[in-house]
């Protein structure tokens, strides 16, 4: 049993919501383990850092930060010294100087991952059946339906500007490896990973494994809870 003396807080990435983390805060909330979700707009990365700092100001002692997908690149600017820790799940994590873009179209993407494209408001949305293809293509159809009703478009605001100085420099971090990721390509993944020096799970998971896969999620923010409470 991890202690719980730290708050867990889950940010969510592109085309998601905070209940694309609901099973992950079931199990982890069984454990006598506090976790929120913070509420991201997606609508430049400066407003999702000001958003999370804002979630993080809401809470007290230290704080385990757990990132999806783009949040990874929210995550790593948080200000709070009271972060201990970061997680990062099939997330992006660019350099000081990178743009999220960057590692993101690093390499070619999966044969099944979406034509992505802004629209006249500047936002990139997901299609429908992109939910089932790749973005969570192990999940149900019921997942599918309410992952595609409840998703939030993500602003060109977000991936095109550099990241300053990312925290995973300065914190222990580590990293679940989606090996069956169509979204984020697993090569990327490593390649993260290995400059980060983050400790690393790899998992026969997709890219969403917060719905499809929720117990490794829980056993690898444990981990870290564990070695901030220790």
């Known amino acids: 049993m991890a202690k719980a003396d730290a708050t867990v807080v889950l940010a969510h990435g592109a085309w998601a919501d905070g209940s694309s983390w609901a ?3 079931a199990a982890l909330e069984a454990e006598g383990i ?3 979700a913070a509420p991201l707009p997606l609508t ?3 407003d999702d850092v000001a958003a999370l700092n804002r979630s993080l ?3 007290e002692g230290p704080i385990v930060l757990a990132g999806h997908a783009y949040a990874g690149a929210v995550i790593a600017l948080a200000r709070p010294a ?3 820790a970061l997680v990062y ?3 992006l994590a660019p350099d000081e100087g990178e743009k999220v873009a960057d590692v993101f179209y690093r390499l070619p993407p999966h044969p099944q991952a979406p034509k992505l494209a802004p629209d006249d408001n500047g936002l990139i949305w997901l299609a429908e059946d992109a939910f089932a293809a790749a973005f969570a293509q192990n999940a149900s159809a019921e997942d599918h339906a309410v992952l595609a009703a409840v998703q939030r478009p993500i602003s060109l605001n977000c991936i095109t ?4 100085r ?3 420099k300065d914190v222990p971090s580590w990293f679940l490896i989606a090996e069956q990721d169509r979204m984020i390509v697993p090569q990327t993944q490593r390649f993260m990973v290995e400059r980060m020096k983050a400790k690393v799970r790899s998992h026969a998971v997709d890219h969403t494994p917060s719905v499809t896969a929720p117990a490794a999620v829980a056993d690898i923010i444990r981990e870290a809870i564990v070695s901030v409470s220790e």
């Open 23 to 25: 099973r992950v805060i």
């Open 34 to 36: 506090k976790a929120q």
């Open 44 to 46: 430049s990365l400066a």
């Open 57 to 59: 100001d809401r809470t």
């Open 82 to 84: 009271r972060v201990k």
């Open 89 to 91: 799940v099939a997330a």
């Open 161 to 164: 500007v550099p990241v300053g």
């Open 166 to 168: 990312p925290l995973w």
